[in-house]
T-cell receptor, first 115, second 115 residues
Framework: AQKITQTQPGMFVQEKEAVTLDCTYDTSDPSYGLFWYKQPSSGEMIFLIYQGSYDQQNATEGRYSLNFQKARKSANLVISASQLGDSAMYFCAMIYTGTASKLTFGTGTRLQVTL | GAGVSQTPSNKVTEKGKYVELRCDPISGHTALYWYRQSLGQGPEFLIYFQGTGAADDSGLPNDRFFAVRPEGSVSTLKIQRTERGDSAVYLC????FGTGDNEQFFGPGTRLTVL
């Protein structure tokens, strides 16, 4: 069974600073993918970044990068140059690749960006 | 193009009543997913459709929950004899294909409140 653990219920970061949101996962399947989604107070889930288990390089999308450490089963999200609009809930999620599958989500981290 | 839409955005019902929640996926997306998000939690998988058929309904909590996608596009999640514990945000997502590395695009959700 898959399991995602996000140990930080809440984080604060100052505007323009970088912040790391932690995510660890547990799976016995070698083929999987890891997603990060942002959920603002409006409730929609916004895709941020994806990392496949066989990808050699860490994924990056603009100010978002994924620090993927396969041996440690961690997939931390790094947000650089934080902006006030980054304040939201952030969810890490896992999926089995190769076959159609569902996302398994963590409990989320609430990020608050301050002036 | 239009994203995933869900109606209604809010639904208040009384315990024991029947409700239907509708999801209209992105045009051309073959895969459709339903998730349930309780307060303070990450979304939990309910059911996945590939085309018209339910490929995985392992997340449906009990036989009061049922979902259909008769023409491979719009899907309806049906809940019979609602209970207070069914109160949650019901999220729908779609992806182009059902393979795991396809991004799932989420709708805004339906907030269900059972009194």
């Amino acid at each position: 069974a898959q399991k995602i653990t996000q140990t930080q219920p809440g984080m604060f970061v100052q505007e323009k600073e970088a912040v790391t949101l932690d995510c660890t996962y547990d799976t016995s399947d070698p083929s999987y993918g890891l997603f990060w989604y942002k959920q603002p107070s409006s409730g929609e889930m916004i895709f941020l970044i994806y990392q496949g288990s066989y990808d050699q390089q860490n994924a990056t999308e603009g100010r978002y990068s994924l620090n993927f450490q396969k041996a440690r089963k961690s997939a931390n999200l790094v947000i650089s140059a934080s902006q006030l609009g980054d304040s939201a809930m952030y969810f890490c999620a896992m999926i089995y690749t190769g076959t159609a599958s569902k996302l398994t989500f963590g409990t989320g981290t609430r990020l608050q960006v301050t002036l | 193009g239009a994203g995933v839409s869900q109606t209604p955005s809010n639904k208040v019902t009384e315990k024991g009543k029947y409700v239907e929640l509708r999801c209209d996926p992105i045009s051309g997306h073959t895969a459709l997913y339903w998730y349930r998000q309780s307060l303070g939690q990450g979304p939990e998988f309910l059911i996945y459709f590939q085309g018209t058929g339910a490929a995985d309904d392992s997340g449906l909590p009990n036989d009061r929950f049922f979902a259909v996608r008769p023409e491979g596009s719009v899907s309806t999640l049906k809940i019979q004899r609602t209970e207070r514990g069914d109160s949650a945000v019901y999220l729908c997502a779609s992806s182009l294909f059902g393979t795991g590395d396809n991004e799932q695009f989420f709708g805004p959700g339906t907030r269900l409140t059972v009194l």
